[in-house]
């Protein structure tokens, strides 16, 4: 059993945030380790989940920061004493639930983990990757004569936790690349 510290907020009730930590199996992911929490600990825990990480979904409804750095939580291994919180960039609508259609200002810095490349020349501005991503790190732009592919927002992305971005791009233009090394 490790401990890990979770986010608790319910805005219509809390006057502000809080942490509490609970005792969590190692094993499995950050998801399987909420799940341990509802059913074992706190069935008020608040927290998103789709796809329970089986195979390459187009889900991204769980992102978090796990130590300070984007995942979804469906693929990020538990470690040793973690921290994981509400994604800063969209209001919390309950602990770890955020409503996708209202950003926040940003209160907290996000640790980039990755650096995202999009080969001009591959990308033909489908808007695929700005439809797929949930936490909006894509706007499609003018780039000379053609429309292509922006980030605008790679702080936020959830990189090789979520890869969804490159996985349905059909002319292989993305590519996401680690900024500093983690596990996961």
């Known amino acids: 059993m490790v401990p890990i510290k979770v986010f608790r907020f319910d805005p219509e009730v809390d006057k502000e945030p ?3 930590t ?3 199996p190692l094993e499995g992911s950050v998801l399987d380790a909420l799940r341990y929490i509802y059913e074992n600990y706190d069935a008020s825990l608040g927290y998103r989940f789709g796809c329970s990480g089986a195979g390459h979904q187009r889900c991204g409804a769980c992102p978090v920061l796990v130590n300070g750095r984007p995942a979804l939580s469906c693929k990020y ?3 040793k004493e973690m921290t994981v919180e509400a994604h800063p960039k969209f209001e919390v609508i309950r602990d770890l639930v955020l409503d996708f259609d209202r950003e926040r200002k940003r209160d907290k810095k996000i640790i980039p983990n990755v650096k995202i490349t999009i ?3 591959k990308c033909d501005g489908c808007r695929d990757c700005v439809f797929i991503c949930p936490l909006k790190v894509f706007e ?3 780039n000379e004569a053609k429309m292509i592919s922006v980030p605008v927002d790679s702080e936020s992305c ?3 936790t979520c890869e969804q971005c490159s996985i349905f791009c059909k002319n292989n233009a993305i ?3 680690m900024m500093m090394e983690r596990k996961t």
């Open 140 to 142: 499609v732009r003018k």
């Open 119 to 121: 080969d001009p020349e």
């Open 77 to 79: 291994l538990i470690e």
């Open 18 to 20: 809080r942490f509490e």
């Open 175 to 177: 590519k996401i690349e």
């Open 158 to 160: 959830c990189g090789l």
């Open 22 to 24: 609970y005792l969590v």
